[in-house]
């Protein structure tokens, strides 16, 4: 999990390939910066299908990987 456990949102381009860091230890979240070589996870890579805004996920335990489906805010409500 990421130290940043919310919705991170993005500016994207239709057409253009990203790799979303799926480990956490990426220093420029959400995206891959390779802080996960050794780890055994690999960064998702998508292409976005418009131009816009996303909500990335920030605390990777998103059902929908890339995009947040808001599982951030019943971690923080976890006791």
Not at 48 to 67: E, N, R
Request: with cysteine; glycine share 10%.
């Amino acid at each position: 999990m990421s130290d940043k456990v919310e919705t991170i949102t993005v500016k994207v381009e239709q057409g253009k390939k990203y790799h979303w860091c799926k480990c956490g230890k990426s220093s420029n979240q959400p995206f891959c910066n390779g802080a996960h070589k050794g780890t055994g996870i690999e960064p998702l890579t998508f292409v976005a299908s418009a131009t816009g805004d996303v909500m990335l996920c920030g605390c990777k335990a998103t059902k929908s990987p890339p995009f947040c489906d808001g599982t951030h805010i019943k971690l923080r409500n976890k006791p």
